[in-house]
């Protein structure tokens, strides 16, 4: 029998894998329905220093996985990673933590000492950061942060930066260091070649490989958890979506759920444990009744505002990380929080040719209050759950958005930018912008032949981007209506990846919590959750390495550190 058998090859999975095989006396299993990537096999793509095309590759996601965003919203698809070292292996490499205060909340809303003190160590642990040192940095783990170099910051972000701070948006050094409003050059995770380094990779290198005490298996997906009377005792694994290999079960002493804030509860839901009623509606045994699973979803609700860039101030660098910098503001809404404002600023707003002639200011809402929920079709493993973000159903969360996009219209509009920037559009990662980005012969040909005319449209390129890409959509227009502005930040709202919260930690006596502060399952024994579906609420941050720390600090737990 396995000691432990992880189920989820993602960023968490992969921290656990290396982590609990560090005892040479406990057998650990890693399973995951994507394909292996290690740092041999990385495809060009996945191991980019930018990385705009990862996500947009079907061989690396869910590929019929959907969304809503909003009730305003049609039902989208959602990209999420499906390939060993999960959303670490296809995101925005950016490496930041959030707030102090972040991880207070966590142990006052119930989880238990979770609190910023018991945290930072773990941050310090997971990080190499090659820029500072200090009581709140690491020297010597396994992921290694660094920021982009001034001279590779394109003139387009660099004007940007200049004209916040005389906005009063003061340059800061450390977006890691105190929790204060300022910009900041990006904190991203590279090698030392300047490349990703997915988990599978930092975490999961070639040594920790060859351990004879652990096992990597891809491309097997997990049907559901076996039980013996209430003791999860394994899990039943079956091929992919298009694969007949046999199902089998493989036996352990503990069960990890590792598949992410999606996929979690949906394998916790087809196993029993979940809201009673549901799972009964789908002929699924009831091994616990627990309501909050698949419930307390979020996200970091976004919208983007956009220039058309003159030559001059494009990147000199196409193959740079393009998220080169970040402006952290504060709201000042009733009941926010400080710093519950974060703006990406992009060299270069896709990976083709119009991304390359487009800057971005991408907003999103750091702190976000409104939930939405995941919700069981099927008990087929291979049917995707019904995913309802429902952003913005909180008021202070349109609120926020509509203010995001006034500041990034006045901020680009600004007369410190005019050598900087032509027409400005309001923008955001819509189904027409994600399909149109999909690699494909067509699709070149439709960029290529909108790219030259941006070049030569002269004083007829804000028509062409009014009747084109915004489709009669202009900024004036939105700034100059209210009801306007809200039925666009509603219907385009989109998300920045960070699904979360769905099997929170909680205390014990919270009917809505799913898993206790060492992430153990109520209502079974010998089954826990480690991934962003933990988090009781989101952080200011992006989740990968918040997600990451989680694993460093369950997996201390489970050896009973």
Known sequence: MIDYLILGGGSAGCVLAARLSEDPGKTVCLIEAGRNISRTDMPAAVRSRYPGRAYLDTANIWQRLKARMSASATTRRYEQARLLGGGSAINALMANRGAPADYDEWHALGAHGWTWSACLPYFRKLEHDCDFGGELHGASGPLRIQRAKWARISPFVRAVLATLDARGHVRRDDQNGAWEDGTFIGAIAVSEAGERIPTSVCYLDDAVRARPNLTIRTGRVVERVLFDGKRAVGARLVGGEHDDGAAEDVLAAQVIVCAGAIHSPALLMRSGIGPAADLAALGIDVRADRPGVGGNLMEHPSIAVSAVLPRAARTPFPDEHHEQAIVRFSSGVRDTVPGDMHGAILSRSGWHSVGYRLGTIFFWVNKSYSRGRVTLTSADPHAEPAVDFNMLSDPRDLERLKLALRFGASTLADPMMAQHRATLLP??????????????????????????????????????????????????????????????????????????GTCRMGAADDPLAVCDARGAVYGVDGLYVCDASLMPSIPCANTNVPTIMIAERIADRLRGR
Not at 443 to 470: E, Y
Request: aromatic share 6%; proline share 5%.
């Open 427 to 500: 923008s955001s990662y819509s189904p027409r912008v994600a399909s149109v980005a999909v690699p494909g012969a067509w699709n070149a040909l439709q960029r290529g032949t909108l790219s030259a005319l941006l070049d030569i449209a002269g004083p007829l390129r804000g028509w062409l981007v009014r009747r084109v890409v915004t489709q009669g959509v202009t900024l004036d227009d939105l700034l100059a209506d209210d009801h306007a502005l809200t039925r666009f930040v509603t219907r385009s709202v989109g998300g920045t990846w960070h699904p979360s």
